[in-house]
């Protein structure tokens, strides 16, 4: 009879126990990848506005790409520092995502030192969604249609007029400083507390003039409770193309609106964070989506990762040198 020697069968035994080691991570790697829960989305505003519907609607249809709900949660405050904040904290394991506009990493970051968030260091963007257009608005009864004879009521009048936006420090104030930077005009600026405020004074005359977006504005200007004056962005609006840019309107180059990026907590694990991009960007191509973020005066406009984080580093050196100018400070 064979007596197989101790060391032989221990390292035998140590072989299987290898094997089904290699086995079972096999078995686990073959099993349900990510991700194999609902995704959390969330929206840095309250229900209802311009972000929220935009996440929404590419929210449902992401969802069904990556084959889990994705479930939106609305973390409203501060300007969408509450949102980001929370986010920033959070797992970077895929599970947490949020979408918010531009405001998040360029306007917060120029006007405010001490953000929970890093602009930069604290996501890693999955892609650009849509733009929000904005829009310098006018009440009916002032003296000007377009850009060229607001500048002329403006002037003709000094200290007369002013404009109202949906916030202090808000991408609407900036767009507003922006255009009286370009054309030298004299305003005061008016502050509210959201866009229906702000468009319900500009309809009741309180206000001659605002900037807010096409999106909130539009209804108004169809049915002549308001005027259009001019787009700030590069390109007309889609559901507003009888009115100009402001660049059409004697200042080439001019663009200042409002856009809109679904990111993540910083350290994603490569493979998720691939998952996340081709999803996000097949997502974009659907021509459902298209249509309805059309449909709710906004901008379908997918961009890459890539060319976020170029937009960024683009836009917050020159949202800080418009704060400085303009004087605007967080509240």
Known sequence: MNVVPRSISMAVKALSLLAIAVCAAHVQAQGPGYPAKPVVLVVPFPPGGAVDIIGRLVGKKLGDRLG??????????????????????????????????????????????????????????????????LILLANRDVPADNLKQMMAAVKAAPGKYAYGS??????????????????????????????????????????????????????HIKSGKIKGIAVTGARRATLLPEVPTVAESGFPGFDADSWVAIAAPRGLPPEVKSRLEKALAQTMKDQDIQEKLVANGLEPSYATPEQVVAMIDKDLPRMRAIAQKASIQAN
Not at 69 to 90: D, L, P
Not at 167 to 175: C, E, I, M, Q
């Open 68 to 133: 889990q709900a994705v479930v939106i949660e609305n973390r409203a405050g501060a300007g969408t520092i509450v949102g980001a904040g929370y986010v920033a904290k959070s797992a970077p394991d895929g599970y947490t995502l949020f979408i918010s506009s531009g405001s998040t990493f360029t306007v917060n970051p120029a006007i405010n030192a001490n953000l929970p968030y890093d602009p930069v260091k604290s996501f890693e963007p999955i892609g650009l969604v849509a733009r929000v257009p």
């Open 166 to 219: 949906f916030g202090n420090g808000t991408t609407g104030h900036f767009a507003g400083e922006m255009v009286l930077g370009a054309t030298g005009m004299k305003l005061q600026h008016i502050p509210y507390k959201g866009s229906a405020p702000a468009i319900a004074d500009l309809i009741g005359g309180q206000i001659p003039f605002s900037v807010d977006t096409v999106a909130a504005s539009l209804p």
